[in-house]
């Protein structure tokens, strides 16, 4: 049994909570002295909590956001500039896996931007091909592909239960931004 090594853990189901967990894994992650970076494939233009906490919390817990922001009802014109942003992401995520100067990547939504088809799956694959040893790689978002799951070391499923949306009960500062 190997005593360290670096896992690719992938976070997905339609319940909310996959990036929230991430990011907690990657605050426990960082509370050990391990550097943090965070590249998110969607979400941009938002100023999220999360943005502020990484501020606080120095050079060694870093987000970026990458992505055109919500993708489901974009024209062909915005679609395309989503596919540019996710497919430059991607690039981001390869070149800093072989950078070699972080213990713990987060690559969120990434599976939402293979299933909107900004990205593929095989080409998600050849990124995580690049891992070394002790690097982590989290992986968020609804819908993951069965070939990355099979990939992973760890899998967990959010299942939505009840939400607040769904009682008429509008986004909550500190819950979901």
């Avoid at 605050?27 to 965070?38: E, I, K, N």
């Avoid at 990484?54 to 395309?80: P, Y």
């Avoid at 713990?104 to 990205?119: H, P, S, T, W």
């Avoid at 968020?140 to 009960?169: C, F, N, S, W, Y």
């Amino acid at each position: 049994m190997a005593e360290s090594q670096g896992l690719i853990i992938v976070n997905t189901g339609n319940g909310k909570g996959k990036t929230t967990a991430a990011l907690g894994l990657g605050m426990r992650a960082w509370g050990q002295g391990l550097r943090v970076l965070v590249l998110q494939f969607i979400k941009g233009n938002w100023k999220y909590g999360e943005l502020t906490a990484a501020e606080r919390m120095g050079a060694d817990f870093v987000i970026r956001q990458l992505g055109e922001g919500f993708v489901g009802n974009s024209s062909d014109d915005e679609k395309e500039d989503h596919k540019k942003a996710a497919q430059a992401a991607l690039e981001d995520a390869r070149q800093e896996i072989m950078s070699g100067k972080w213990d713990m990547i987060i690559l969120d939504e990434i599976n939402y931007a293979i299933g909107y088809g900004l990205i593929s799956a095989d080409e998600v694959l050849d990124v995580l091909a690049k891992k070394t040893g002790s690097l982590h790689l989290v992986l968020t978002g609804r819908g993951a592909r069965q070939e990355i799951i099979d990939k992973a070391d760890l899998v967990t499923e959010m299942r939505e239960i009840k939400h607040p949306l769904k009682q008429g009960i509008k986004a909550q500062k500190g819950i979901e931004f």
